[in-house]
Every structure is written in structure tokens, then in C-alpha cells.
């Protein structure tokens, strides 16, 4: 698949996510919503759809995950590699304080 096709199917998965996200309103609170987003079951309700339409959103949302998590596998795996290659390039002293020039992540 192609970066456009990619682009595209990602596009789509969030429009739709962020569209049944904003109609949730008091839902969350009832228990209707999963941590990553809507339900199926809950898009099903609100936006009516048909079980193959379910049935494809399931399958788009579920591949997306799949994707989303290899990427952010290479990702941290191309940070290892970087930082590897700058501990090489760096004296002890200067890794230390370009360590300590990084800026602090709070904790989610």
C-alpha cells in the first residue's frame, strides 16, 4: 500500500472515530465508550449502521491498530539506532549533557 492509500485510510478511520468521539456526549459515563474510542457496537447505534458496514469498520479499525503499533515499533527502534549512533559520536561528557538537554516528558 502506498503512502496516499495509507494517508487516505488513516484519514477516514479518524473522521469517522473523531465523528462518533464528538456525539458521545454523557455516553462515557453510561460505560458505551472503550478506552481507544467508540465501540463498534456504539457506532452501530448512533450512526445506524448496517452489519456489513459494521463488520468493515471493524476490520479498517482493527488494521489500523496493527499498523499504528509496527510503526511505532520502528520508530523507537530508529530512536535506539540514532541515539546509538550519537553515544558513538559523542565524548562521555558531551552525551551526559546532551542527555540533560533533552526535555523532560511528564508522565502520562
Not at 541515539?83 to 542527555?99: A, G, M, V, W
Request: aromatic share 2%.
Amino acid at each position: 500500500m502506498n503512502i496516499k492509500a495509507a494517508l487516505l485510510t488513516s484519514a477516514i478511520a479518524l473522521t469517522v472515530a473523531t465523528s462518533a468521539y464528538a456525539e458521545r456526549s454523557d455516553d462515557c459515563s453510561k460505560g458505551k465508550m472503550q478506552k481507544r474510542g467508540p465501540s463498534i457496537a456504539h457506532l452501530q447505534e448512533k450512526l445506524d449502521l448496517t452489519d456489513k458496514q459494521a463488520d468493515s469498520l471493524k476490520v479498517l479499525f482493527e488494521e489500523q491498530r496493527a499498523k499504528q503499533k509496527a510503526l511505532r515499533k520502528t520508530h523507537k527502534e530508529n530512536r535506539d539506532i540514532m541515539h546509538e549512533k550519537i553515544s558513538n559520536i559523542l565524548t562521555k561528557e558531551q552525551l551526559e549533557e546532551f542527555k540533560e538537554m533533552k526535555p523532560k516528558k511528564p508522565h502520562r
